[in-house]
């Protein structure tokens, strides 16, 4: 199972990145998935969440009307668009795969640092 993050790197504030996840290993549509992002020192938290067939989306508030999350059952990618970046939007932002049921399975990347500065 490989979760692989892409798309990081260093933008000004109020610019854009799109991230990007690959999936393989597993049975990409059946899994819901989502970003999370981890500052050092601080506990992970949710960014935004995309059911296995992209009909239910879920953002945290500080990334409403920011950020994008999108998926392709076709090519196991998901995707997260980042507009209008704030210096607190500074993290690496992880890639989590996750099925719930009997016995539930949590997938996670290794992350991408992205980090906005003028």
């Known amino acids: 199972v490989q979760l692989v993050e892409s798309g990081g790197g260093l933008v000004q504030p109020g610019g854009s990145l799109r991230l990007s996840c690959a999936a393989s290993?597993?049975?990409?549509?059946?899994?819901?998935m989502s970003w999370y992002r981890q500052v050092p020192g601080k506990e992970r938290e949710l960014v935004a969440t995309?059911?296995?067939?992209?009909?239910?989306?879920d953002y945290a508030d500080f990334v409403k009307g920011r950020f994008t999350i999108t998926r392709d059952n076709a090519k196991n990618m998901v995707y997260l668009q980042m507009d209008s970046l704030k210096a607190e939007d500074t993290a690496v932002y992880i890639c989590?795969?996750?099925?719930?049921?009997?016995?539930?399975?949590?997938?996670w990347g290794q992350g991408t640092q992205v980090t906005v500065s003028p």
């Open positions: 989590n795969a996750f099925r719930g049921g009997l016995y539930q399975i949590d997938y």
């Open positions: 290993g597993f049975t990409f549509s059946n899994y819901v």
């Open positions: 995309v059911s296995s067939i992209g009909g239910k989306i």
